[in-house]
Structure formats: C-alpha cells, structure tokens
Nanobody
C-alpha cells in the first residue's frame, strides 16, 4: 500500500511562491490518481488540484487555476504542487491524497490514502 509524506510548506509573503512535494512509498504509485486538498481553520477540507494515473489530465479548483500547477513523476514516486502568486486566503494545511478508483475527483471521500499535511501560511 502506498504511504504519503508531504513537505515544502512554510511562511511566505503574498505574491510569493512555494513548491509542495509529496513522496509516495510503494511499487504501485503509478496506479493511483493523485490530488491535493487544503483545510483552513474552521473550514472544511477543499479540493485544490488533481492529476490522473498517467499524469495526462489535470484538474484545478477555480480559486487556484492559473496560479497552481500539479505535476507527478512516476519514476520517482513524487507529486508536486507549484504555487505561485500566493494570497492570504491560500493559508491552510495542504494534504496530498491518492485514489485507486477515481481520477480527478474533487470529493475528499473518494481518496483512500492521505499524508499528514504541511502548513502553508501567506502573510499580507
């Protein structure tokens, strides 16, 4: 079974950039569709971006489209979230998630595997 570990979070000023990484263990990583979600204090977990099993299709929340880019490297068992032009409203804990069944789902219930999360804080 795949296990996920996120890294790359931190504190950045508005307009800045961060790159989140998600390292996946296990031989079957390429059979999982991957996603990024985030959760701000007092709010529900929300979809950010997703990429299909083979990386050919990407999906983005409207709030991050044009600013964030999800990518994956199946050879290295890695998923990335490049975040540019960050805004204070992007402040949240960001989670990497994997699904064997659904590709590009925006519903967190459709992802069976989750990382521990990494904090992203954007100051104004």
């Amino acid at each position: 079974q795949v296990q996920l570990v996120e890294s790359g979070g931190g504190l950045v000023q508005a307009g800045g950039s961060l790159r989140l990484s998600c390292a996946a263990s296990g031989r079957t990583f390429s059979t999982y569709a991957m996603g990024w979600f985030r959760q701000a204090p007092g709010k529900e977990r929300e979809f950010v971006a997703a990429r299909s099993w083979n990386g050919g299709t990407t999906y983005y929340a409207d709030s991050v489209k044009g600013r964030f880019t999800i990518s994956r490297d199946n050879a290295e068992n890695m998923v990335y979230l490049q975040m540019n032009n960050l805004k204070p409203e992007d402040t949240a804990v960001y989670y990497c998630a994997a699904s064997r069944v659904y590709s590009g789902s925006r519903n967190p219930s459709n992802y069976g595997l989750w990382g521990q999360g990494t904090q992203v804080s954007v100051s104004s």
